[in-house]
């Protein structure tokens, strides 16, 4: 038995993300770019900003905050498949992060070649525009996130991992993908031949 309670309040203190080392600083702008790739492509314009150093950073921790929470509110138990838009990049991402050991990747940086890989599929399954596609990756690349593998990375001991996900029914996954910036939903007809081809992109040039 549990009960589940909407925060009232966010409080941030902004300030103390200066005392961050520059790669913890720059990872988390991962998920900042995920909720602006599922739900406001307008924020990609203060994304971009931000990488340049002209923009309002807690605006946009404001508005990626109230993305959360309105997502997560409107589908507390999980039931309507909203909650899952938010697991955009996490698929592939929540593998490497793994398969790269503890400590051989931050969170952030495995989920911007989750990212990358989510909209390469998005590219070939869904009608994502290449400009859209581009844009996203370009707002990864300004705050230096990784979108290409290591060369040694394990391919295979990676999509083994991404197997064994609790999403994988049937011989196929859900999958989050993008028909335009601000435009996710959850295929559920991504192959593991799908999901190889996503990985050995990732270890060819943006």
Sequence with gaps: VGCFHQPSIVLADTDTLQSLPKREWNEGFAEIIKHAGIR?????E????VAQGVGDLPALI???VAIKARVVEADETETLGIRA????GHTLGHA????????GMLHGEAISLGLRAATWLSLQKSGLAAADGARLLRCLAA???PLKLPADFDSNALLDIAAKDKKF???AIRFVLLRALG???????????DMRAAILHLHEPV
């Design 96 to 103: 490497i992060e793994a398969a790269a050991g503890y400590g």
């Design 169 to 171: 029914e049937q011989g």
């Design 62 to 64: 404001q508005r990626n």
């Design 46 to 49: 203060e994304i971009e900003e």
């Design 40 to 44: 406001d492509a307008a924020m990609f």
């Design 143 to 145: 705050f230096e996130l």
């Design 85 to 88: 838009l938010l697991n955009f």
């Design 183 to 193: 435009d996710a939903f959850v295929s559920c007809d991504i192959t593991a031949e």
